[in-house]
């Protein structure tokens, strides 16, 4: 069973950068999708980014690419978002997903296809 907790969330600046870390505990297949998703105020679930455990290409939000880069620290358990230049739209609460029964070869875009979620990191980008 997988286990997610973010943390690294915070009131920063437009421009400035944050890392947010995503401890990620069980068993991983090759198969699985890992990525992140985030909810802005009032607005739905929104793929942020995501890419296969196996490796290979990630894929991003248009308005993050660039700026958000999705890694993987293999020796301490741990999925990372480092977030740079941000902007007052990407204020949002960021969650930390895992799809286990995923079977594309690219990560969907869909919140209904991951079927595990950490608890959430807010983010808030403000002058």
């Known amino acids: 069973q997988v286990r997610l907790v973010e943390s690294g969330g915070g009131l920063v600046q437009p421009g400035d950068s944050l890392r947010l870390s995503c401890d990620a505990s069980?068993?991983?297949?090759?198969?699985?999708?890992f990525g992140w998703f985030r909810q802005r105020p009032g607005r739905g679930r929104e793929f942020v980014t995501g890419?296969?455990?196996?490796?290979?290409?990630?894929y991003y939000l248009p308005s993050v690419k660039g700026r958000f880069a999705i890694s993987r620290d293999n020796s301490k358990g741990l999925i990372l978002l480092q977030m740079n230049n941000l902007l007052p739209e990407d204020t949002a609460v960021y969650f930390c997903?895992?799809?286990?029964?995923?079977?594309?070869?690219?990560?969907?875009?869909?919140?209904?296809?991951?079927?595990?979620w950490g608890q959430g990191t807010r983010v808030t980008v403000s002058s």
């Open positions: 997903v895992v799809a286990t029964t995923s079977t594309e070869a690219e990560p969907s875009v869909h919140p209904e296809d991951y079927d595990c």
């Open positions: 069980g068993s991983f297949l090759s198969t699985y999708t």
């Open positions: 890419i296969k455990w196996s490796g290979g290409r990630a």
